[in-house]
């Protein structure tokens, strides 16, 4: 029989992240409202630090910003990326993931979506069909 290739699928657990966690959090301070960095450490931090995940917050300057980041960091040093933003950024996160060389053992590391923008489309389009 033929050897299907597994993929992820929506809504299943592959295993808990180690712990103490490293994360890369990139925000947007523009986004949505403007709030996203005064929601990110009003409740965001305070959960992370529960959790003993360790966030490196990287906090967006300008457009592309993200996107050269994850394309060109290496980003074996976390064990998650956390987009907090709209789907711009997430947009921009994906595009850089996917322009590494290394981008097939890249896009397996979990990747959180945490809404911050002003409709979130994609992050309640996931959460809908996640169930």
Not at 79 to 95: A, I, K, Q, R, W
């Amino acid at each position: 029989a033929e050897q299907r290739p597994l993929v992820p699928l929506p809504g299943i657990s592959y295993g808990l992240l180690p712990r103490p966690c490293r994360a890369l959090v990139l925000l947007n301070p523009l986004s949505g409202p403007g709030l996203a960095l005064k929601d990110f450490q009003a409740v965001v931090q305070p959960m992370l630090a529960e959790a003993d995940i360790a966030p490196t917050v990287f906090v967006t300057e300008r457009p592309q910003h993200a996107h050269e980041k994850v394309r060109d960091e290496d980003v074996a040093q976390w064990d998650v990326l956390v987009v907090m933003s709209g789907d711009g950024l997430l947009h921009e996160v994906v595009n850089g993931l996917m322009e590494r060389r290394d981008w097939e053992a890249t896009v397996k590391k979990p990747l959180c979506i945490l809404p911050g923008g002003s409709g979130n489309a994609l992050a309640a389009s996931i959460n809908h069909y996640a169930g």
